[in-house]
C-alpha cells in the first residue's frame, strides 16, 4: 500500500492521506499515534488548541522513524493571532512535538471579527517561519474566499493549503474553488461528517456495489476530488480500514451521486468561519 504525495505551491509535497487527532485526549495521544505509525499512517495532523503535541511527539521519538519519513502539521491558537506571539508560540509547538521542524504550519481560524480583522498580520508573521527551514510549508485553515483573496493580495504568497470542512454534506465547493484558483490544496477536515456518512442510503449503496464500508467509500471520494484526508480512530481495525482505499475507484456516477448530497451551511458539523471569534481562556 502506497499512499499518494501532491505537489504544494512551494515545490515540497504531501502524503495525501494522514492521521487526525483532533479530540485524542492527551493522555491517550501517545498510545494512539502509536497505533496509527505502526498500522502505517505517515502524516500526522495536530495542533497547539488540541492540547495534545506532546503525545505526538512523545510517539515519534518512540517509534524512532527517520524525520523525512514522517510529515507532521499543527496549527496556531487562536490566542496568539499577534505577529510576536505567532513566533512566540511556533517556539513552544517544536519544544512539544520535540521536533526541529514541522513540516505545514497553518492558522487554525481567520478569526476576522477578532484582532481589528487583521489576520493579514498574522499570515505575514506566517511566511516568515519559512525562512530558516523550522517550517517547512505554511498555510491556512477555515479561510473563506475573500479571506484567502485579501492575504494574497497583502502578502503576495499563497498558503500551501487551506484546510477547511468537507464532506458529502458540506462540499463546500466555493472555499475550494477559491484555494485551488490561487494555488492551494485543498484539506478536508471532519471527511466523514462525524459518522454521518456510515447510515447515509446513498454512500451504503454505493458501498455495496463496490464492496467497500461507507466510510471508505467517502475517503475514496475525497481522493479522487484532489483533496487531502486525515480520518480519526482510536481502533486499529478502523485506521487499517482507512488506509485502504487506494486499491479501488469509484466510478464518474458514484462521485456525482454523493457530491449530490450536499446541503450547504446547514450540512456543516462545525462552526462557520466567517463568525467564529472563540479564543481560549477568554471567555
Do not use: C
Not at 493522555?27 to 502524516?43: K, S
Not at 479571506?147 to 504568497?157: C, F, S
Not at 475525497?222 to 482510536?234: A, L, N, Q, Y
Request: glycine content about 8%; cysteine-free; overall charge negative.
Amino acid at each position: 500500500m502506497s499512499i499518494p504525495r501532491l505537489a504544494l505551491n512551494d515545490g515540497t509535497s504531501i502524503p495525501q492521506l494522514g492521521f487526525g487527532v483532533f479530540q485524542v485526549p492527551p493522555a491517550d495521544t501517545e498510545a494512539v499515534v502509536t497505533q496509527a505509525l505502526e498500522a502505517g499512517y505517515r502524516h500526522l495532523d495536530t495542533a497547539q488548541m488540541y492540547g495534545n503535541e506532546e503525545g505526538v511527539g512523545a510517539a515519534l521519538a518512540a517509534a524512532g522513524l527517520p524525520r523525512d519519513e514522517v510529515y507532521v502539521t499543527t496549527k496556531l491558537n487562536n490566542s496568539f493571532h499577534r505577529p510576536d506571539d505567532v513566533r512566540r508560540s511556533f517556539d513552544a509547538s517544536l519544544e512539544r512535538l520535540g521536533l526541529d521542524h514541522v513540516d505545514l504550519f497553518l492558522i487554525h481560524w481567520p478569526l476576522p471579527t477578532r484582532y481589528d480583522g487583521d489576520y493579514v498580520a498574522t499570515w505575514q508573521a506566517m511566511t516568515e517561519l519559512t525562512a530558516d527551514g523550522r517550517a517547512r510549508s505554511v498555510g491556512v485553515s477555515n479561510f473563506q474566499p475573500d479571506h484567502l483573496d485579501r492575504i494574497v493580495a497583502a502578502t503576495g504568497v499563497v498558503p500551501a493549503v487551506n484546510q477547511i470542512e468537507v464532506h458529502p454534506f458540506t462540499t463546500n465547493e466555493e472555499a475550494r474553488a477559491a484555494s485551488l484558483r490561487h494555488g492551494a490544496l485543498v484539506e478536508a477536515w471532519s471527511p466523514i461528517a462525524r459518522g454521518r456518512v456510515l447510515e447515509d442510503p446513498t454512500i451504503v449503496r454505493i458501498a455495496e456495489e463496490v464492496g467497500r464500508t461507507p466510510s471508505q467509500v467517502t475517503l475514496r471520494w475525497h481522493v479522487e476530488r484532489g483533496d487531502i484526508v486525515f480520518p480519526k480512530s482510536v481502533r486499529p481495525v478502523r485506521m487499517a480500514e482507512n488506509l485502504a482505499i487506494f486499491d479501488f475507484a469509484l466510478s464518474p456516477d458514484q462521485v456525482a451521486a454523493i457530491a449530490a448530497l450536499d446541503e450547504g451551511d446547514a450540512g456543516r458539523t462545525g462552526p462557520h468561519p466567517d463568525t467564529f471569534d472563540w479564543i481560549p481562556g477568554a471567555d
